[in-house]
């Protein structure tokens, strides 16, 4: 599984952005999707993830109330739109994908490159 996510930038505190990943392979509605992040001098960590199904949306306290994820499966794609942004959300953003059906939490196969998200207060 190839991902390619995109849709970073610089923004201003307070403001909104949205990030896409695209997935390949053509199972792309079985795979459970996450967003995580990694800031300069810190550890990688887990900010939202949405189940195969879409049923089951995980989200770390840190973003709850101003993160949102939603898929596409027609398009192969998942979104993070980030609203309220704060300079704390500044970091390198990264999806992933998990396969198979057993229930969360659980460790991310495969991972995209990443892109930066940098909000200036």
């Known amino acids: 599984v190839q991902l390619q996510a995109s849709g970073g930038g610089l923004v201003q505190a307070g403001g909104s952005l949205r990030l896409s990943c695209e997935a390949s392979?053509?199972?792309?509605?079985?795979?459970?999707m996450g967003w995580f992040r990694q800031a300069p001098g810190k550890e990688r960590e887990f900010v939202i993830g949405i189940s195969w199904n879409g049923d089951s949306t995980y989200i770390a306290d840190s973003v709850k109330g101003r993160f949102a994820m939603s898929r596409d499966n027609a398009k192969n794609t998942v979104y993070l739109q980030m609203n309220s942004l704060k300079p704390e959300d500044t970091a390198v953003y990264y999806c992933?994908?998990?396969?198979?059906?057993?229930?969360?939490?659980?460790?991310?196969?495969?991972w995209g490159q990443g892109t930066q998200v940098t909000v200036s207060s």
């Open positions: 392979g053509r199972r792309f509605s079985s795979y459970n």
């Open positions: 992933a994908v998990h396969l198979g059906y057993d229930t969360w939490p659980y460790e991310y196969d495969y």
